[in-house]
């Protein structure tokens, strides 16, 4: 999913997300991953186009909106388990 559904799902959810440019806690990590079960029916997903001010420097921007990067996560039941 893109970081923008996620924002959505974790509003629907009940977390606070401010600007929708901050960081997930693990809290929001494991209710994302339950958020995703639930309407994907897996428990492995992907979330990519993270707001490039919460990525490594060296992270690529995204050339379509330069506030996100092309970076990832893999999370398998809201546990991160790899980064690009």
Do not use: V
Not at 21 to 39: C, F, R, S, V, Y
Not at 40 to 62: N, Q, V
Not at 63 to 70: A, I, L, V, W
Request: glycine share 12%; proline share 6%.
């Amino acid at each position: 999913i893109h970081w923008p559904e996620a924002q959505e799902i974790l509003t629907e959810k009940g977390f606070d997300m401010g600007d929708g440019m901050g960081d997930l806690n693990g809290a929001m990590e494991l209710a994302l991953g339950e958020a995703i079960k639930e309407k994907y029916g897996t428990d492995f997903f992907m979330l990519d186009k993270y707001p490039s001010e919460i990525r490594p420097f060296y992270t690529m921007p995204d050339p379509d909106d330069g506030r996100f990067s092309n970076s990832y996560d893999m999370f398998i039941r809201g546990l991160e388990i790899c980064s690009g």
